[in-house]
Nanobody, 128 residues
Framework: QVQLVESGGGSVQSGGSLRLSCAASGVTNSTKCMGWFRQAPGKEREEVAI???????TYADPVKGRFTISPYNAKNTLYLQMTSLKPEDTAMYYC??????????????????????WGQGTQVTVSS
């Protein structure tokens, strides 16, 4: 039911910035959790940033202080502002929605994968 479409990825040099967008449709009041995840080649998909329906946010340690996840806006678009990008940030980035009660950071990525809705991903490449 939920449709998510990411955009905004691209190639950037280290230290640069990108803003990812996730356009959401079909989101209802039962969708209490949204977040950004990423997966680099040969690695497991990992949490990047999570936002609860009350606006509470959780960030993975590698991106703390550099990335910011937005609350839902009037256009039903979720953003991820990424600054001070590093080559280690290179990955496919996905947004996801989960209809589970907050706090949303209690849910492992496997729960999101099994029960959440996902976008198609947008590639972020950071060069040195």
């Amino acid at each position: 039911q939920v449709q998510l479409v990411e955009s905004g990825g691209g190639s950037v040099q280290s230290g640069g910035s990108l803003r990812l967008s996730c356009a959401a449709s079909g989101v209802t009041n039962s969708t209490k959790c949204m977040g950004w995840f990423r997966q680099a080649p040969g690695k497991e998909r990992e949490e990047v940033a999570i936002i609860d329906s009350d606006g509470s946010t959780t960030y993975a340690d590698p991106v703390k202080g550099r990335f910011t996840i937005s609350p839902y806006n009037a256009k039903n678009t979720l953003y991820l502002q990424m600054t001070s990008l590093k080559p280690e940030d290179t990955a496919m980035y996905y947004c996801a929605a989960l209809g589970r009660p907050p706090p949303c950071n209690q849910y492992h990525v496997s729960t999101w994968a099994a029960f959440g809705s996902w976008g198609q991903g947008t590639q972020v490449t950071v060069s040195s």
